[in-house]
């Protein structure tokens, strides 16, 4: 299996809308702790630690330079 790095969502305008739903009303610190959970629960159902290792490099690497 190799990374899908092209948009394979079925609706990403509603998954994105969910996601912002999900983290209304929180706080900064329940954001995060929000996003470390469904992080935790996406790399598990993906699975394939090589999958979830090349996702992590490539997220790092898509960032760089963006700090706050």
């Known amino acids: 299996m190799a990374l ?3 948009n394979n969502l079925s609706d990403a305008d509603a998954s994105y809308a969910a996601l912002i739903r999900a983290h ?12 470390a959970r469904l992080i935790l629960i996406l790399m598990n159902q993906v699975g394939d630690a090589a999958i979830i290792a ?3 490099a490539l997220a790092r690497q898509s960032g760089s330079g963006h700090r706050a």
Request: proline share 0%; charged share 20%.
């Open 4 to 6: 899908i790095t092209a």
């Open 24 to 35: 209304e009303g929180l706080t900064e610190a329940e954001s995060h702790a929000l996003n």
């Open 54 to 56: 090349e996702a992590l």
